[in-house]
């Protein structure tokens, strides 16, 4: 704190707060604000002697780094916002500091991850600059019911995540012009039409006891879809920017949803629509697994029964039966599966009874769209990225380039393979320092038959300063031979691409696996490796939209070799080749070669 009654060319520092780091603050009267950054939280000092600040109150933000707090005109309410990808502008009643209460949160965008920058209180609204969306303006006449009424993007060319876009607004110039600043796009001059929301709120009770709901999902039925969760006392509170007449829904997992038609709201006026929900009947569902082709009970089936809300599993017995007891009626994803069949996906199944076993039928054959584990197993000296089967997380470098995928593959089920999949930054879990390997159940096919394997894959291999010089290859393995039937390099990226490869016969099909491997070794230079597999299955149908995999006219003698000397026979000079040992590790690679004979020094199994 500095002392600018005196000179205020040289100013007097005459109290310092250093509780915890401060990124911004404000004064009203007597009374300090403070935003106490990655500390997440805000303090509120008395001031009326600056020389000595008193502590008055603290109290946690919402979220992650505290970045900005603003005062209301009668001190009553506080607003925060934190600077982090999907912060919150909160609003705080103040007026009992030893009893602070959050009344109110919103994000712009919700699901979008925008970041919120600086927030000011004026008239009761908030006008926030809001980064990649722009400029943000909120009603908050109604306490505890933030409802967004304003917006003009500064940075149409930015959404989402991340620092770009509006980073400063203000709006107290006595015309009540907004001025703003855009990080790309420099310098805004607005004329604010202030509007007030149309308010709604009630009480929501249950129907047997008389007690209050919370937890109910509350929404106006518009454009914007508003929408709200009942608190703990059943109370609800939300609003639209436009007058009308609506349709709300109300919706809770537990009971029976239910919706209102013509709500008639009004700008700047509060509609009061108290509502009795009613419970849902449990149900004792009864499951059922079967060969499809033999019509015939099939046990050790695995399922998942899910939605939102609920999760059910289990394993059928010797009888391939289950019962999976106080199922809440409701829309729910269904996977199941057992290796050597092909697994079972239905979306979106309403289940509101259980007169009837619900039927899994599994056809023979091999399909996987990792919804359920079907037994793939992971081999791995990395120190991350090894392979996980998970709902994809996104990861973006600069802003542009997608790292990891942020969903599967167009397959049943929102699941798959994921080389690292922690989200955060690109190089959070990335493969590193080591190989990682995916690598299948057992599989049988008929030799007399030509076979494929497809799939879909995912591949990104660059950063790091220098050429990217990693790999990903899908090899066939039957313990005592291995053939490749596919490789990708640095410079080939893929977004889910649809593989058709086929199975050579010069391994023994009766008994097989898939090997899916890559890496990034502990030496040269550190490149970012991200892999993903997806929608896998084996069929006889070659169809496919890229060229298939051909048996090769390379030969490549002796094989062994005794000396570290090989030959090529069958390819035209000049040539490039890569040498992989049996781990996927680049060995050796050579362009624009002459010469048909390769010496390796090293003793090894190589590729």
Known sequence: ILDLNQDPTQPVEIADINNWQVHDGMVKGDTLFLAHAGNSLFSIWDVSNPSTPVLLSQNPTVGYYSHNIWSSDDGNYIYTTEEDNGGHLSEFNISDLNNIDLTDKIQAEPGNNIMPHNAFYINDYIVNSYYTTGIQIFDVKSKGNIVNVG?????????????????????????GILIASDIENGFFVLDPDYKRAAYLEGIITDASSNTFLSGVTVEILNSNNNNTLSNVGGEFKLGTLSSGTYSVVFSHPLYQSDTINQVVLQNDSTTILNLIMYSLTPLNLNIESKSSALNSSLPGVDFIITNEDFTYSGTTDQNGLFTINNLIPGSYNVYAGLWTYKDFCVESLNIINDNTPFLISLDEGYRDRFNINMGW??????????????????????????CSPAFDSEDCGNMAFITGNLGSSPSADDVDLGYVQLVSPSISLNSNQTNYLHCNLWWRNFLGGTSPDDTLFINVNDGGNKENLFFIQSDNPKSWYKL???????????????????ADWDFGVDHLVEAGIDNFYIDNDPSSNINQVQASLINIFPNPTYDGIVQIDGIKVPFEYSLYNISGKLVKYESNNFNKEIEILEKGIYI
């Open 500 to 518: 058709s490869l086929e199975i050579p016969n010069t391994i023994n099909l009766s008994s097989f696996k898939i090997e899916i491997t890559t």
């Open 377 to 402: 197993t992971v081999n791995s000296s990395a120190a991350s990225g090894l392979w996980e089967r998970d709902v994809p997380k996104v990861t973006v470098y600069n802003n542009s380039d997608t």
């Open 151 to 175: 917006h003009f993007d500064t940075s149409p060319n930015f959404s989402g995540p991340g620092s770009n876009g509006c980073w400063g607004v203000y709006p107290y110039l006595p015309s």
